[in-house]
């Protein structure tokens, strides 16, 4: 799945419109008030992607991890166990858990962009 099904399932499980959610996120964001309904319907339809600090924004809006995003479902938590154990084996022992999600956010935005490039093709 990618980020655009990922901000869809999230805004139409909290039962808002597109016109709704890009109201909010200008509210709650009013420094970075470009969000409008129709540049989320081109993140939703997977014709644009959203920058990593729109979506870091529109993940923090919905009280979920980035990578929750691009993987809605419930094995998120196995994924980042998962991940993390393969992360470990390369950074230094003295991450803080905080750095560690961010790392692997930033690794799974990496690894959308790099998929949709491939699909595009």
């Known amino acids: 799945m990618g980020i655009g099904e990922g901000?869809?399932?999230?805004?139409k499980k909290n039962k808002l419109t597109m016109e709704q959610l890009a109201k909010n996120l200008n509210t709650r964001f009013p420094h970075n008030s470009n969000f409008t309904k129709s540049k989320i319907s081109k993140w939703e339809n997977e014709k644009e992607e959203p920058r990593l600090s729109s979506a870091k924004q529109i993940a923090d809006y919905f009280?979920?991890?980035?990578d929750r995003l691009y993987n809605n479902d419930n094995s998120t938590?196995?994924?980042?166990q998962s991940?993390?154990?393969?992360?470990?084996a390369h950074v230094s022992e003295d991450v803080?858990?905080?750095?560690m999600k961010e790392i692997i956010n930033y690794l799974n935005y990496v690894k959308s962009k790099r998929n949709k490039y491939?699909?595009?093709?």
């Open 77 to 80: 938590k196995t994924q980042n």
């Open 118 to 121: 491939i699909s595009d093709k």
């Open 96 to 99: 803080t858990e905080a750095e």
């Open 7 to 11: 901000i869809r399932n999230m805004r």
């Open 63 to 66: 009280n979920v991890p980035l």
């Open 83 to 88: 991940n993390k154990d393969k992360i470990a």
